[in-house]
Each structure stands twice: as C-alpha cells, then as structure tokens.
C-alpha cells in the first residue's frame, strides 16, 4: 500500500518500505513505505494549505462529507476487519466490532459539531462593561498531528481523526508501524468521501521518525495515545515550540473486590475487563486486589472461566484470545511474568509463551511491594492478585502508583461504592464492572502519569480549539 500524503497515493521520498507482518503468522501481509522527515515535512506544508480551505466549509457540508466516509466504511466493513484482525492479530469478532465503533464514533462527533455553540457575556454582566457585548468563540487549532498506537487503531483514529476534521483542522495520521494497513484504508476512504488534498493525510513513519511532525512549528497539536515513555518524550519536543498535547498514556488500572462483593460478577468482568483483546488494553483493569477472605474462590473461579475462552487463530470466527501485537511483546510479558513470580507471586494457570502468543495467566499471593502491584503495566493476559483486609489498605495499594488512567470496585454496598471510587487516584472509576469502560461519549482521560487532557464527544472539540473573544465596544447605549 502507499501513504496519502496531499490528496495522492505516494511511495516515501526515499523509496524504501517495510513489512507489515501477521503476528498470529509470522506471514508478510503487505509492504508500506518507509517515511522520512522529508515526508512529513511535504504532509506538514500540505495540511497548512488544505486546513485554510477546509476550514472555511461549513459545518453541514463538512457533517455530508464524513457521513458518506461512514457509508463508505459500512460498504467495506467487513474487508478492513479481516484486514485489521490479520495486521493486528486480533480475534475477528473483536476486528468487526472495532470497525462498526466507526459509525458511532463518526456520527457521534458530527452531531455534536452542529451543536458546538459560542458565547455571549451580555452588557452590564460586570461593573463597568455596560455598553460592550463580549462574543466567546472557538477557532479551529489548525494542523493536528494523530499519533495512534497498534492496541485498538481504529477506535482511536474515531476519538483523533473525527473531532479534527469536524472543527476545521487538517490532520496527520501516524499510525503504528507494527499495523498501519487499516488506517491507511480508512484513510483513503476520507478522501474518496470528498475532504480535500492535504486536509486528512496518512504518513507510515516508523518510530522517532515520527519526532518530525511533532518538532514541527506549523503542527498546532500533538494528540496521542501510547506509553508514558513515549507521552514525556513527545511533550518536550512539543515545549520547544509550545505546541499543544493530548496525551493518553500507560495505566496500571486497579480492580477491587470488597469482602461483599459478588464474586461470580467480578470473575466476569474479569474476563471483559482483561482478556479482551489479549490483555493489550490500556484501563484494563491489571491489578486485582481482592479481599483475603475472597482471594481463593476469585482465584480458582477466574482459572476455571478463563480456561473455558478458546485461544488461538485470530481468523477462526470461535476464537476468543489470540496473540499480541508481536513476539518482542509477547517476550515482554513472560519476563514481567518471571518477575513477579521471583517476587513472591505463584503461577496457577499459564505462564508459558509461543512465539507471540502468550497463555491467559494468573498468579496468585502477589505481595502488595511486587512491582506489578505498583507501577509494572503488564500489557498482555496476565492476572496478579493482590490480597488486602481493609477499603483504606485496598485504597493506598490502588493509589501508590505513578499511573492513574481508570479504576473499579465491586461491592453490594452503594455507600461503600462511592467512598472508595471517590478515593481512587484515577481518570474514571467504574462500580461494578471492570475499568475498561470507554465509550465515545465519555471524557476520558487519566490522572498523574497516565496523561494530560480527555478525549470524548463530550470534551475533544475543547483540545482541537481556540478560544477568540471578539468584543463589539460600545455597541449598546
């Protein structure tokens, strides 16, 4: 495939190009090309031309264009699943039901811009300003840098992507080299539709490459979804210029079991909240801190439900947990496995790997000092639990971490509910359901390490604007 970079399907300015391999396989799907500093620099210069015609189209011309991409999207749906089920390697049910988030996300977005109001602070609202109408409005913020992580690409592409284009923005995509395949299609797709050259641009730039557009001066905001490593590295390069971030990082999410919470609901919420996606999520829920007088039924009941999910082909339409991203990933985990073992935890169900495929695994009797009880994010299907006899020793477990993304507690008791999620140092905390909760409405977003600004329906069009007062002085008699 090739990028699209100002309206055009284009090799890289050096001819090269890598492989975007199968992680399930190890088979090469496709080859894409290699992007320099010099790409980007030509994506950059067209985005600055193109956001000044787009952001002159009106917002229903603008809401048109994006509903025919979704039409579009709905007519090949079921090609980019196999496609992003294959690049991405996960299972294919979960592929389709991250493309059909597409429309959602879209129509969300594009209903919201319709409705995305200014403000008028009236005459005489504050002493002295009787004959001056102030007029609050938003500007769009100009050329917007995507940077998307491989874990969900088109989820995310929706919550970056959407917004920018409906608020008048030119956006840059910069997809994952491990699986840029379905972006770039989407990609093209928003062209088909009618956004003009340069306005919505795909550039498969491989890792510090990327660094161009974020060092850029004529990119107004750097949005993007990845580690915390990765967020810190890119908001110093951004500072040199003050340009703007959103930043979604890493999260090592806490899932509490009080001593009267139902244990059946939270083991399947477990599964929802950690399996999903082979584990690759960033609120997932990752620690499970589970009363002691629970530790062992949650325990053997989460062994049991977990041995009945059928792993292996992503293509199969019965798989239910596959492989991660790559065997560098899957290598990663067993190590962080191996830790928390040589830490005190003791493996009960799986522990072992297969080239990029690594077994759904709990550990058990994970003291709260172990690393993956604090700041350790493992980013694959790994359960440690953590015991606790107090909500206030089951809190300062959950908020003695640099991360702060999303939380949960289970318990039948409303007030005990609320005492503990208000308590918790994080983004969201969910009741009764695991902490991977994210719809598009949502502001979502993490406190401490876990990130800088939300994204959401509710929220985006704040990241993707700028504030202009315009001030009709003595207007009023």
Known sequence: MKMIIDGKKVDSVSKETFDVIAPATGEVIDSVPKATAEDIDIAVTAAV????????????????????????????????????????????????????????????????????????????????????????????????????????????????????????????VLPSSDNPLTLMKLTEMLTEAGVPDGVVQCVTAPGAVKDAAVSDPRVHLVTLTGSTEVGIGTAKIAAENLTHTALELGGNDAFILLDDGDVDLAVEEMIWGRMYNTGQVCCASKRFLVHNSLKDEFAQKAVARIKQLKMGD?????????????????????????????????????????????????????????????????????????????????????????????????????????KVARAMEAGGAVINGASFFRPFELPFGGWKHSGIGTEGVMSTFNEMTRVKNIILKNIVD
């Open 49 to 172: 031309k193109g956001q000044k015609i787009w952001a002159k189209v009106p917002i229903s011309e603008k809401a048109e264009i994006l509903y025919r991409f979704i039409d579009i999207v709905e007519e090949n749906k079921e090609s980019l699943a196999q496609t992003l089920c294959a690049e991405n390697g996960k299972p294919i049910r979960e592929a389709r039901a991250e493309i059909g988030n597409i429309k959602a996300g879209f129509s969300g977005f594009i209903e919201h811009a319709k409705h995305y109001y200014g403000t008028i602070i009236p005459p005489g609202t504050e002493a002295g300003q009787a004959h001056h109408m102030q007029l609050v409005t938003r500007e769009p913020i100009g050329v917007v840098a995507c940077i998307i992580p491989f874990n969900f690409p088109c989820d995310l592409y929706d919550q970056k992507v959407a917004p920018a284009l409906m608020m008048g923005n030119a956006a840059i």
């Open 314 to 418: 992503p293509k199969e339409e019965d798989t239910e947990i596959s492989c991660l991203i790559n065997e560098k990933a899957a290598i990663k985990v067993e190590k962080e496995v191996q830790h928390t073992v040589d830490q005190g935890g003791r493996i009960i169900l799986g522990g072992k790997r297969n080239g990029a495929f690594y077994e759904p695994t709990v550990i058990t009797d994970v003291p709260k000092t172990a690393d993956v009880a604090k700041d350790m994010e493992i980013f694959g299907p790994v359960v440690p639990i953590i015991g606790f006899d107090t909500d206030e020793e089951a809190i300062e477990i959950a908020n003695n971490s640099i991360f702060g993304l999303s939380s949960c507690v289970f318990t039948r008791d409303q007030k005990r509910a609320f």
